[in-house]
Nanobody, 120 residues
Framework: VQLQASGGGLVQAGGSLRLSCAAS????????MGWYRQAPGNQRELVAT???????NYADSVKGRFTISRDNAKNTVYLQMNTLKPEDTAVYYC???????????????WGQGTLVTVSS
């Protein structure tokens, strides 16, 4: 499974960006997809996840500003980021948990990361 993320860039505080991540390759079922981020000197943290049924989970720091969505037909997850703040600056990584056929095991996969920089 390959995850290709896009949409990062430089934006002023208060602006918006939309990240996309498309999964390709051979796989059984993608269970959940999500976005994580890592700022310099910090650990990677969860931003938002969405399961195959559309249920979502957000970090408190992005609730009300970010929206995660998913197109199951395209195996693509999106992250609409509004009202961006300088503290949102980080490398954003997409994640997919793929169900291994014949098991209950979910294999995690990661995209290459896309840089989001929010200037004050």
């Amino acid at each position: 499974v390959q995850l290709q993320a896009s949409g990062g860039g430089l934006v002023q505080a208060g602006g918006s960006l939309r990240l996309s991540c498309a999964a390709s390759g051979s796989f059984f079922i993608i269970m959940s997809m999500g976005w994580y981020r890592q700022a310099p000197g910090n650990q990677r943290e969860l931003v938002a996840t969405i399961n195959s049924g559309g249920g979502t989970n957000y970090a408190d720091s992005v609730k009300g500003r970010f929206t995660i969505s998913r197109d199951n037909a395209k195996n693509t997850v999106y992250l609409q980021m509004n009202t961006l703040k300088p503290e949102d600056t980080a490398v954003y990584y997409c994640n997919a948990e793929v169900l291994v056929s014949g098991t209950r095991y979910k294999e995690p996969y990661w995209g290459q990361g896309t840089l989001v920089t929010v200037s004050s």
